[in-house]
């Protein structure tokens, strides 16, 4: 099944968590227990970057994983010939230097013209995409695009890994999972009927967007919730939302009645850490969520002192 061609397949007690995390960190990750209640809380870096490198980068995701990170976003794209290879955007424009390298566009077409000015990563090979810089601060660097396959071996067990589907062939990512330990990936994809596919296929347990969107047109995320419940039941291992404040004791209660954890991205918390102001993740660190999303991994590991 390709849908690529149907659907364009989005105070914390410190000391006890250390100890917690030092015999959790020493055995195999897999998903059951590493979310398992009183793990310590996982860290996970946006984009699945650490330490300034440019997103979508294998150093990127050495560092993450070097400094402790427990979740590792992996953004899965597909190519023109149908690899899987890790990178966030629809487009190629803003993070590489692709107008630079093919100064008309994908050699196999459309052209640049053609495509509004836009470089489409899937109109292009992955041969196409090796000759490709990352760019950090609108310089190529010395970075290029990896593949699926490069990504999932540098995590290798070490960390989580949340396969985000952004654009994807269900049938070769099958084959590329195959023979490979898969305890400690997750799948998500924006479209609740699509993931499901994907889960039956895979049986890899999914990660879930608790938000209004045009498949769930309500702003009750104990609704939504149970709206993706009814469609992927107990495979759903992590329902995320976009903020601590919608962490409501409602959506808390009803996420444990169905053995669901909640992931929360760190937004004010980071604007103020940025400030200079910790407090508000250490206020955050302290509730229920098994999973924090931040822009600075590395500080907020250093507050759970890892």
Same mark, same amino acid.
């Given at each position: 099944m390709n849908h690529r061609s149907a659907r364009r397949v989005a105070g914390f007690a410190v000391a006890v968590a250390c100890g917690l995390w030092g015999s959790f960190a020493s055995a195999q990750a897999s998903v059951e227990a590493w979310l398992a209640q009183g793990h310590p809380p996982l860290i996970a870096p946006f984009r699945g970057v650490a330490g300034g490198h440019p997103e979508s980068s294998l150093a990127g995701m050495r560092e993450a994983v070097s400094i402790g990170a427990g979740l590792i976003d992996i953004q899965v794209q597909i190519t023109a010939d149908g690899h899987h290879v890790v990178? +966030?955007?629809?487009?190629?424009?803003?993070?590489?230097?692709?107008?630079?390298?093919?100064?008309?566009?994908?050699?196999?077409g459309p052209t640049r013209a053609e495509r509004a000015g836009r470089d489409y990563l899937s109109d292009y090979t992955l041969a196409d995409l090796r000759q490709l810089r990352l760019m950090v601060d609108g310089v190529p660097s010395a970075h290029g695009i990896p593949t699926l396959d490069e990504a999932l071996d540098l995590i290798a067990e070490q960390s989580l890994g949340l396969l985000t589907l952004n654009d994807f062939d269900l049938d070769g990512?099958?084959?590329?999972?195959?023979?490979?330990?898969?305890? +400690?990936l997750l799948v998500y994809n924006v479209d609740?009927?699509?993931?499901?596919?994907?889960?039956?296929?895979?049986?890899?347990?999914?990660?879930?967007s608790i938000r209004r969107s045009r498949v769930f047109d309500t702003s009750d995320n104990v609704a939504i919730l149970d709206a993706h419940h009814a469609l992927l039941g107990a495979s759903i291992a992590i329902a995320h939302i976009n903020g601590t404040s919608l962490m409501t004791p409602e959506l808390v209660a009803r996420a444990a009645e169905v053995g669901v954890r909640l992931s929360v991205?760190?937004?004010?918390?980071?604007?103020?850490?940025?400030?200079?102001?910790?407090?508000?993740?250490?206020?955050?660190?302290?509730?229920d969520a098994a999973v924090f999303w931040t822009t600075h991994p590395e500080q907020v590991l250093e507050m759970l002192e890892r």
């Open positions: 990178f +966030h955007d629809q487009f190629l424009n803003r993070m590489t230097d692709v107008e630079a390298v093919f100064e008309r566009g994908a050699p196999g990512l099958v084959a590329d999972l195959a023979g490979r330990p898969t305890g +400690h609740p009927a699509i993931l499901q596919e994907v889960v039956a296929a895979t049986n890899l347990p999914a990660f879930v991205r760190g937004g004010r918390e980071d604007f103020a850490l940025e400030d200079g102001n910790s407090a508000p993740w250490r206020d955050a660190l302290v509730t």
